[in-house]
């Protein structure tokens, strides 16, 4: 006997843009740090990587648990889960933070480093801020994308350290 199950595609809003079941919403050069997982008898939830601004590699955050690397024990990553929403934080800096919303989808505000060292940030703004690990802002070609809909892709948004983009990717 086949059994059918349907279930509603994952909805993720990012830097104000929508994406739907797309696995990866933000990968910097090879690295996912951004991603929608699928768990059994859970559903969707989300994955981010997280590193420190030296790329040493500290933390997978899955949903609300955070699974720390030994030298992300050390550096002291906690998760905190405000009343609608989860805070990943470290040194009493919030890297991240997770808005629940209604049905699959959450909204995610982020300030993650990459592994080389790179920082991206993004709040409400039309496009994540990438700032290089010399302080200075890489720029993506007068890049300006807000209130899109990237459906059905492998890649949402795919930031390069040479300065390049790729939107909805594969």
């Given at each position: 006997m086949t059994k059918l199950i349907f279930q509603t595609s994952p909805q993720v809003t990012f830097a104000t843009n929508e994406f739907i079941n797309v696995p990866t919403i933000l990968q910097f050069d090879?690295?996912?740090?951004?991603?929608?997982?699928?768990?059994?008898?859970?559903?969707?939830?989300?994955?981010?990587?997280?590193?420190?601004?030296?790329?040493?590699?500290?933390?997978?955050?899955?949903?609300?648990?955070?699974?720390?690397?030994?030298?992300?024990?050390?550096?002291g990553i906690v998760m905190r889960s405000p009343q609608g929403m989860t805070v990943c934080e470290m040194d009493g800096k919030t890297l991240f933070e997770i808005f629940h919303e209604a049905g699959d989808a959450f909204k995610a505000h982020a300030e993650l480093y990459t592994p080389t060292g790179c920082f991206i940030k993004s709040h409400d703004l039309p496009a994540p801020e990438v700032i290089g690990n010399d302080g200075n802002l890489l720029k993506f070609a007068g890049l300006n994308m807000s209130n899109c809909r990237f459906v059905n892709c492998r890649i949402g948004i795919l930031l390069k350290s040479d300065g390049s983009c790729a939107i909805g990717v594969g």
């Amino acid at each position: 006997m086949t059994k059918l199950i349907f279930q509603t595609s994952p909805q993720v809003t990012f830097a104000t843009n929508e994406f739907i079941n797309v696995p990866t919403i933000l990968q910097f050069d090879d690295t996912p740090l951004i991603s929608v997982v699928s768990e059994q008898d859970l559903g969707y939830t989300s994955e981010f990587s997280i590193y420190h601004p030296d790329g040493t590699y500290l933390a997978k955050v899955n949903g609300t648990r955070v699974y720390p690397t030994k030298d992300g024990k050390k550096a002291g990553i906690v998760m905190r889960s405000p009343q609608g929403m989860t805070v990943c934080e470290m040194d009493g800096k919030t890297l991240f933070e997770i808005f629940h919303e209604a049905g699959d989808a959450f909204k995610a505000h982020a300030e993650l480093y990459t592994p080389t060292g790179c920082f991206i940030k993004s709040h409400d703004l039309p496009a994540p801020e990438v700032i290089g690990n010399d302080g200075n802002l890489l720029k993506f070609a007068g890049l300006n994308m807000s209130n899109c809909r990237f459906v059905n892709c492998r890649i949402g948004i795919l930031l390069k350290s040479d300065g390049s983009c790729a939107i909805g990717v594969g």
